[in-house]
């Protein structure tokens, strides 16, 4: 079918898709990559990303992000650049509503607490997860498991943050990866084409702004700490002079929403000049780059690391995130060391999966379980398993 969508020579284009593991009619009234959108706006794994957190466990309050609307403001913020330069909106939407599907509760936290308890098994990453929920752990259709995603989406999920393979790259590609790739390759020594390699960027934009705002909310730090941060500071120091007396929700707001054009802009900006540089003519050209072609100016890549380093050392390592990051490990700990020890404590259709205590099949399944959790469930778990008192 045609598409009538007008798109930049480079960009993916939804007619040239490489398809699906599993072969199916195109839909008469929306591309390949709009299906892929949808389904998994669909999927459980989705809705479940309204109760994981980022930083701040759920009952720390509901102003705060969620995986679910971070994931909603990565999108939105991908679908503006990837506008502005001819990509295809509907593949970066899909890429950024995916990114963060195979994150455990309680966020790093989480995450860090199972792959120390997976290590001996393979390890654990949120990368590797979110593709045993896009081809394994979704069951909803009737001819496959998982999404059926198309090449393009799921080699964008796969590789927003770069190759997986090739000179400098030491680590092992993760298993379920590897088992993928070798049935439906997915150029896992190559960048991703450009519509995933800027809802990558558009990830780094939308938490770094966002833990700002929650950070300020949380009164991890006062507005007045930020003066001396790259960017950020100024703005925050335009904000206050275009709009003396303002209040501090708006101020944060305004300010906020400024960084984020900035960094948008120049994000823009320079991919433009990376494009007319490189002479690219097409997707594949760009993923055969030694470099992405989305990327921040020099100077915006430092105003980037000053941030983050601000927030390391402000936000993710204040106590009271450390007190929260001890109490999720906590829980992760003990729910994976109870699961495989006695896997029959398992609910029916994850026991039946599972093998014997120990064994490296039971410590899968287990993290397969355990990754799917919301922070609320996963405490109510971890009160119904070790307070003697709790309904079971």
Same mark, same amino acid.
């Given at each position: ?102 994150h455990t509760p309680f ?31 979704e069951r909803r259709y ?11 989406? %799921?080699? *964008?999920? #796969? ?7 090739? !000179? @400098? +790259? $030491?680590? /092992? ?51 007045a700490d930020l003066a001396?941060?790259? %960017?950020? *500071?100024? #703005? ?7 709009? !003396? @007396? +303002? $209040?501090? /929700? ?143």
């Open positions: 079918m045609m598409y009538p969508i007008s798109l930049a020579p480079y960009a993916s284009k939804p007619e040239e898709s490489r398809g699906r593991l599993h072969p199916e009619p195109e839909h008469a009234m929306r591309s390949p990559f709009q299906r892929d959108r949808d389904r998994i706006i669909h999927s459980s794994a989705f809705r479940r990303l309204t109760h994981k957190t980022q930083v701040f466990v759920y009952h720390e309050g509901d102003h705060y992000r969620t995986r679910l609307t971070h994931s909603l403001e990565v999108a939105q913020i991908a679908r503006t650049i990837a506008r502005a330069l001819g990509l295809d909106e509907d593949l970066a939407e899909t890429v950024a509503l995916a990114h963060d599907l195979g966020g790093h936290a989480g995450e860090e607490a199972l792959n120390a308890e997976m290590v001996r098994f393979g390890g654990f990453s949120h990368n590797e997860q979110t593709l045993r929920i896009l081809t394994r752990l009737a001819e496959f498991d998982g999404l059926n995603l198309t090449w393009e989406a %799921l080699e *964008g999920t #796969v590789k927003h943050n770069g190759p997986l393979r090739g !000179p @400098g +790259i $030491e680590r /092992p590609v993760p298993p379920t990866i590897a088992e993928y790739d070798h049935s439906h390759p997915l150029a896992l020594d190559t960048f991703a084409g450009p519509e995933a390699q800027v809802a990558a960027l558009a990830d780094d934009i939308a938490y770094n702004n966002h833990d700002i705002d929650d950070g300020l909310r949380a009164g991890l730090f006062p507005i001396d941060v790259p %960017l950020v *500071g100024p #703005v925050f120091r335009s904000v206050g002079a275009c709009y !003396p @007396g +303002i $209040e501090e /929700p708006r101020l944060i707001h305004e300010a906020i929403r400024r960084v984020i054009d900035h960094m948008v802009v120049d994000l823009i900006a320079e991919t433009q000049v990376r494009i007319a540089d490189s002479k690219v003519r097409s997707a594949a050209e760009i993923r055969a780059l030694k470099q992405p072609v989305a990327a921040f100016s020099d100077e915006m890549r430092r105003n980037d690391r000053a941030l983050k380093g601000f927030l390391f050392e402000r936000m993710y390592r204040h106590y009271r995130v450390n007190r929260m990051s001890s109490k999720a490990r906590r829980v992760i700990r003990d729910l994976f060391g109870l699961y495989l020890a006695e896997p029959e404590c398992l609910p029916g259709e994850w026991r039946r999966l599972a093998a014997g205590p120990g064994e490296a099949q039971t410590a899968r399944v287990a993290a397969d379980y355990l990754a799917g959790m919301t922070d609320r469930y996963a405490l109510d778990e971890h009160h119904r398993l070790f307070d003697t008192y709790a309904p079971t």
